[in-house]
């Protein structure tokens, strides 16, 4: 029985059950997930409509739509291993996106969950972000097989699937939004202390980030990326907390024996950010802020891309403004002269990818630099 039926007709049929025109005019109106989902569910006449979200190989159910005969299994706290599912054969091509008659197509019906669920029709097409990232699958099931669906029902499909998925990227980059809110108050708020300490290092932390950025956006790093390099440059140097005064603010070289306690700072750096949940995942690239591209840096000897690309980005730039930094044991190297020593060092001290970036974006900012002194 179509689900496209008149009001008359339902009225005749005495089918109270809601009417789909009128749940896609709520969801027009006020769009999200559950309409989506209710109109799905009432457009194709299925028992319940729900959407998935895929974390490595394992399916989990975000939101569903149904009614009191709604399988036990599929809730919202329920997951299945993907390859238990419908969903990724018919992401492989390997069944259609609208399976009828479940039991009548020998695949579908192999699948422990047909019997498990007592499953008669089945719907799924991908739920996918803008960026084209897969984000899981709206599904529809029904207990009873189905006629044949049409082309109708799968646009359909497709058009509720742009909706829902809209409304999770939306939830996303709220999310992400806040995180991010956070994970740089944290930073700021560690950054203040070693200024507190140290004005030099919170100086020059500041003045790497800003190189970092031009870097990364000349490297054309998306959003995520371009984040990881600004809070790994802020926080390269947090590490030198754990640093006894007298060998930060030494006049002169350091000893070979104050050299190796200095060559902690690394490490005491990823102890830090470890510690803290919302900058947790940057210990890593923290730690790893002194790795020579050729592999004789340190802490772990690190070459190559096994370096990640905020630490290689980082390192040069951090390398370039000490230069031309006045330091208590040496007066700043002219402009000239750092760059000609970065170039000297690309493939062996430095990334090359990102000392061609670096140099790409100083001449704009020499000038500037050069007028200002």
Known sequence: MSPFRTRAERKLAGDSSPDPLRSASELARAPSIERALQAVREFLGMDIAYATEHIGDVQHIRRI??????????????????????????????????????????????????????????????????DGRLFGTLCAE????????????????????????????????????????LENATAAAILA??????????EHSHAVVERALAVARELGLDAEATQEVRQVALLHDIGKL????????????????????????PVESERIVAALPGLRHLGRAVRAEHERFDGTGYPDGLSGDAIPLASRITFVCDAYHAMVSDRPYRAALTIDEARRQIVEG?????????????LATLPARDAEYEAAA
């Open 346 to 358: 690309s493939g062996t001290q430095f990334c090359p990818r990102a000392v061609g970036a670096l």
């Open 242 to 265: 754990a640093i006894p005064d007298s060998m930060l603010r030494k006049p002169g070289p350091l000893t070979d024996d104050e050299t190796c306690v200095m060559r902690t700072h």
């Open 142 to 181: 029904s207990s009873s097989k189905r006629g044949e669906f049409g082309p109708r029902d799968l646009e359909f499909m497709h058009v509720f699937a742009r909706m829902i998925c809209d409304q999770f990227e939306n939830q996303s980059l709220a999310h992400r939004t806040h995180e991010l809110e």
């Open 193 to 202: 202390a070693v200024a507190s300490r140290d004005a030099y290092t919170a």
């Open 65 to 130: 739509e149904g009614d009191e005969s709604t399988p036990s299994g599929a809730d919202p706290n329920y997951s299945l291993p993907l390859d238990q599912t419908y969903c990724q054969r018919i992401l492989a091509g390997e069944l259609p996106s609208l399976i009828a008659d479940v039991r009548a197509n020998d695949i579908a019906a192999a699948l422990p969950i047909t019997e498990a669920e007592g499953i008669g029709a089945f719907c799924s097409v991908p739920l996918r972000f803008s």
